[in-house]
Structures are given as C-alpha cells and as structure tokens.
C-alpha cells in the first residue's frame, strides 16, 4: 500500500488499534518503516506520524493509544498528540483498561495510570509469560513467532 509520504510498508505484518469514542477517528498502524501513522479508516489518508526506534505494540484506550517501543507512550488517536512517555520501558505484552496500563515481559509487570503514565506498581519478581487479563478487560497474548 502506498501514501503520498511513500509506502506505509514494503513487507510484514501491520499492528492496528482503533479507537472505541468516534466513528472518525484515524486508525493507527505500527509500520515495518518503524512509524506509528494514524490513517483515516475512510480513505487512508495520513493524519499523523510518529517516528520510533524499534518496532512497538499498541493498545487503544478510550482517546489514546499507547505505544511500547524502547520506552511507551500515549498519543491522542484523533490527532498524534503526545500525552506522555517514560523512557526504559519494554515489554512483550501491553494490555490497558479501568485506567491501567499493564506491560509484561523481560521478567517484570509494570502498571502505569493511563491519563498521566505515573508509576502505579511494579513487580520485578514475576517471570510473566507475556499472558495478561484483567475483569471486564481483553486478554492479551505475546507474539511468539
């Protein structure tokens, strides 16, 4: 698939998150061109874009969507809007709902407060395996390929 900005990418496999308030709201895609681009779902339009080091996960919540790349950050899914970023977090599972965002992987669970990306709890000891759910929530499953 191809954009005026160039093509969004040339091989793999695309993360999407959409989110749940508008019918309009960009959906937004991790390229293998490690960028986050929130594309109009009606012509595939770039709204905005977001460059990354490493190729990320997403999870949408409620405005934002989060990203967990080298660090993890929210973005306002209509407009790209950074809300917030904390650096050194990574993780092979990201899960977000009741105003948590849950991060497994690399032998930790982390838990940040979606609206300010605070600090909530961390746990060093638990060896996750990538799996995460919460009640009322989604479960998430790390890619194993």
């Known amino acids: 698939m191809t954009s005026p900005l160039g093509p969004i990418a040339s091989t793999g496999t695309l993360s ?14 991790v390229t293998n ?16 874009q977001q460059k990354i080091r490493v190729p990320a996960r997403l999870w949408s919540v409620g405005d934002l969507v989060i990203v967990v790349s080298d660090g993890v950050a929210a973005y306002r899914i209509a407009t790209g809007q950074l809300v917030w970023s904390r650096d050194g977090v ?14 497994a992987g690399g032998g ?31 479960t998430a ?5």
Do not use: C, F, N
């Not at 061109?33 to 905005?48: E, F, I, K, N």
């Not at 838990?111 to 759910?133: M, N, T």
């Open 141 to 145: 499953q790390a890619d194993r390929r």
């Open 33 to 48: 061109m490690l960028q986050v681009v929130g594309l109009d779902a009606y012509t595939g339009r770039h709204v905005w």
């Open 90 to 103: 990574m993780g092979e599972t990201v899960l977000a709902a009741h105003g948590v965002v849950v991060i």
């Open 16 to 29: 999407y998150a959409r989110a749940m308030e508008s019918q309009r709201a960009p959906i937004v895609v």
């Open 108 to 138: 930790s669970v982390l838990a940040l407060g979606v609206e300010d990306g605070r600090v909530l709890w961390h746990d060093k000891s638990l060896i996750s395996s990538g799996a995460i759910a919460m009640e009322g929530g989604p």
